[in-house]
C-alpha cells in the first residue's frame, strides 16, 4: 500500500496533446466578438471598392488597381487585399498578438498558462497559431468576399492582366491564391515581431502603437531616395509586389524577394519571443 501510494505520489502530469491545445485556441480566438467585428469589417471593402468602381464614371475611377477593376471583376480580391495590407491587415495581427501574450498578462491569465503542464515551446506555438488563424481568415474573406462582388457587381468571367492578356477563370483564380499566401507570408512577419513585443510588455497598447508606428516609419523610409540603401532592410519596401499577379507572364523577382525578406523577420521575431517565454517567470 505505501508503495503504491509513493508511486502515485510522485506521478507527474500528463502533457496536453497539441490537437487539444490548437483547439482551444482556436475556439478562444473565434468567439472574440473583436474577431468576428474585425471580419465583418474585411467583408466590407472588397465589396465597398466593387460598389464605388460599379456606380463611378470611367473618368473617376483613377490610376492604379482600382482602375484596372472595371470591368475586370477578377482584379477585385488583388486590389481588397493590396490595399489592406497597407494598414487594415497589420492592424488585425497586432490586435490578435497584443491579445495573445500582452492582453493575456494583463488579465492575469498567462500565470496560469504559465504554471499549466504545458512545455514554453508549446505555448509559443499556440499563440502564433492562433495570430496566423486571424490572419488568414482575413485574408479568405477579402479573396472570398472580392472574387463574388467583382463577379456580380463589376462583372467579367476572365480576368484581363495588366500586360493586356486574358486568363481565364481557373488561372486568374490561381493568382488570387499566390497573392493570398504571399500576402500571408508578410503577415506572418508582422505577426513574429508583433509577439515578440507581445512578449516583453503587460500593455496591449503598446503591440499596436510598436507594430503601426514602425510600418509608418518603414513607408516614410521606404520614400526617401537618399535612404535606398536601407529598402532591402524594411519589410515594406517588397509590398508593391502582390500587384504582379496581374502581370503575364508573371514576374516572381518581387515575391520571391519580399517573401525572403519576410521569413527574416518570422526567424528574428519567432527568437526573441521565445527567448521571452522560456525566461518568464510565472
Not at 499556440?126 to 481568415?137: E, H, N, Q, Y
Amino acid at each position: 500500500m505505501s508503495s503504491a501510494l509513493g508511486t502515485r505520489g510522485t506521478t507527474t502530469p500528463r502533457a496536453v496533446p497539441l490537437g487539444r491545445l490548437l483547439g482551444a485556441e482556436l475556439r478562444w480566438v473565434l468567439r472574440r466578438p473583436r474577431t468576428l467585428v474585425m471580419l465583418g469589417l474585411f467583408a466590407l471593402v472588397p465589396v465597398l471598392i466593387a460598389i464605388g468602381v460599379a456606380v463611378a464614371d470611367s473618368t473617376d475611377r483613377g490610376p492604379g488597381l482600382i482602375a484596372a477593376a472595371a470591368g475586370n471583376g477578377l482584379v477585385l480580391p488583388v486590389a481588397a487585399i493590396t490595399l489592406s495590407l497597407a494598414l487594415l491587415l497589420p492592424l488585425a495581427v497586432a490586435m490578435a498578438s497584443a491579445d495573445a501574450i500582452a492582453g493575456e498578462a494583463a488579465h492575469g491569465t498567462l500565470r496560469g498558462l504559465l504554471l499549466s503542464p504545458v512545455s514554453r515551446l508549446r505555448l509559443v506555438g499556440m499563440k502564433a497559431f492562433g495570430v496566423m488563424v486571424v490572419a488568414t481568415l482575413a485574408l479568405l474573406v477579402l479573396a472570398v468576399v472580392g472574387i463574388i462582388a467583382g463577379l456580380v457587381l463589376v462583372g467579367g468571367g476572365s480576368l484581363v492582366t495588366l500586360s493586356g492578356t486574358v486568363l481565364g477563370l481557373p488561372e486568374a483564380l490561381g493568382r488570387v491564391l499566390i497573392v493570398v499566401v504571399w500576402a500571408l507570408g508578410q503577415l506572418a512577419a508582422i505577426a513574429a515581431i508583433a509577439l515578440a513585443i507581445s512578449a516583453f510588455t503587460e500593455h496591449p497598447l503598446v503591440v499596436l502603437a510598436s507594430v503601426l508606428g514602425g510600418l509608418i516609419v518603414f513607408g516614410v523610409l521606404t520614400a526617401i531616395p537618399a535612404l535606398d540603401w536601407l529598402q532591402p532592410w524594411l519589410l515594406t519596401t517588397g509590398w508593391a509586389a502582390g500587384a504582379d499577379v496581374l502581370r503575364d507572364p508573371l514576374p516572381l523577382d518581387g515575391l520571391v524577394e519580399s517573401s525572403l525578406r519576410a521569413l527574416c523577420y518570422v526567424a528574428v521575431g519567432a527568437g526573441l519571443t521565445t527567448y521571452r517565454m522560456l525566461r518568464r517567470d510565472a
